[in-house]
C-alpha cells in the first residue's frame, strides 16, 4: 500500500473537512489517525482494478484504463473525500515501474490533498511497486513480506490486507499476516472496522476459513471491500457485508459498470453510491444502505 498522508497532505485543505474538526493531521507510523471523533461520518472513496500500464494508450475491451483514472481522479480531487483506498490490481499485466509511475502522476491531483492507501492484487509486482512507492516502505512492514495499512477514521477503523500470492492469480493472507490480524482485532477499540484486500472471499481468497475464523467473533468487524471480479455487488457471509467494488480500468461482461463506489460511515451504517463513468451505467448514483451488526 502506498499512504501519502505523511509528506502531502494539504493541511488546509484537510482541516476543511469534517475529519479534521477533530483530528488536526494525520498521525505518522502504521496506525493513522485521521480524525476520532465517532458521532462524524467520514467519506471516503473505495477504487479497485485500476490496471494502468506503462502505455497510457494501453486499451482493453474497447476501455483505457489510463484515461479512466485521469477522469476520475480529477473528479475525486475535485471534490475529495476524506481518502481513498484501491483494492488492488494496480497495474495492468504483472506491474511493471512504468505502470506504477503513471498510476502515481494520476492519482496526484488526490494525494496532493488526502490520504490514499493502496493494496497489491495479482496483477502488482511487489519490487517495482516498491521501487516507485518506496518512501511508504518503512512503516508499512507490519507483517514479514506483506503490507498492512491501519487507520481509524472518524468513527471507523480501516485496515487494509494485502492478498497478493506470487505468480498465482489466487490470493491468499497468510498465517503471519492472520495472527498479525487476529491479534490486533483483540488490541483496538470497538470501533466498527472494514477490511480491505483484493481477492474475492470463498471464491479466490484461499485461506477465507481462517480469515472468517478470526473476524466472524470479531463483532467490531463490519465489512470486506475486495475487487478482482471486475464486479459490482453486495452480498453477505456470517453477519458480514461483503462489497465487490468495481474496476476502474475495464469491466469483464457488458452488464457491469466501471468506476468506483463512494461510502459515508458512520458508526451504525455505511452509503455506498456507485459513480460509474462506463460500462453499464444503469446503477450510477444509485446507493446501497448497509446497517452494521451489532
Ligand atoms: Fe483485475
Not at 518503512?138 to 503490507?147: C, L, P
Not at 490470493?171 to 466498527?192: I, M
Amino acid at each position: 500500500m502506498y499512504d501519502v498522508s505523511e509528506r502531502s497532505l494539504n493541511r488546509r485543505q484537510f482541516l476543511k473537512s469534517s475529519l479534521a474538526l477533530a483530528a488536526g493531521v494525520a498521525a505518522l507510523g502504521p496506525a493513522r489517525v485521521l480524525g476520532e471523533d465517532r458521532d462524524q461520518c467520514t467519506r471516503w472513496a473505495f477504487l479497485s482494478d485500476t490496471h494502468v500500464a506503462p502505455d497510457p494508450d494501453n486499451h482493453y475491451r474497447g476501455f483505457y484504463p489510463y484515461r479512466n483514472l485521469l477522469e476520475i481522479a480529477g473528479r475525486i480531487a475535485y471534490d475529495p473525500p476524506d481518502g481513498v483506498v484501491v483494492t488492488g490490481d494496480l497495474a495492468r499485466m504483472r506491474g511493471q515501474t512504468g505502470a506504477y509511475e503513471n498510476l502515481k502522476t494520476l492519482l496526484a491531483p488526490v494525494t496532493e490533498q488526502r490520504p490514499v492507501y493502496l493494496g497489491l492484487g495479482n496483477h502488482d509486482n511487489r519490487d517495482d511497486f516498491s521501487l516507485v512507492f518506496e518512501t511508504a516502505l518503512g512503516d508499512d512492514m507490519t507483517v514479514e513480506e506483506k503490507r498492512v495499512i491501519t487507520a481509524v477514521a472518524g468513527p471507523m477503523r480501516l485496515i487494509v490486507l494485502d492478498s497478493l500470492l506470487v505468480d498465482r492469480a489466487a490470493g491468499l493472507l497468510g498465517r503471519s499476516q492472520r495472527t498479525w490480524l487476529k491479534s490486533f482485532l483483540e488490541a483496538c477499540d470497538d470501533r466498527p472496522t472494514i477490511l480491505f484486500f483484493h481477492h474475492r472471499p470463498r471464491i479466490d481468497l484461499l485461506d477465507t476459513r481462517r480469515l472468517f475464523d478470526i473476524i466472524e467473533p470479531a463483532a467490531k468487524v463490519k465489512a470486506v471491500v475486495y475487487g478482482h471480479s471486475h464486479k459490482f455487488r453486495f452480498s453477505e457471509y456470517k453477519g458480514i457485508h461483503l462489497i465487490n467494488v468495481p474496476a476502474t480500468g475495464y469491466n469483464m461482461s457488458d452488464s457491469q459498470p466501471v468506476g468506483w463506489v463512494e461510502a459515508r460511515l458512520t458508526e451504525k451504517s455505511g452509503q455506498f453510491t456507485l459513480h460509474a463513468l462506463g460500462g453499464n451505467r444503469e446503477l450510477d448514483g444509485c446507493s446501497e444502505n448497509l446497517c452494521w451488526r451489532s
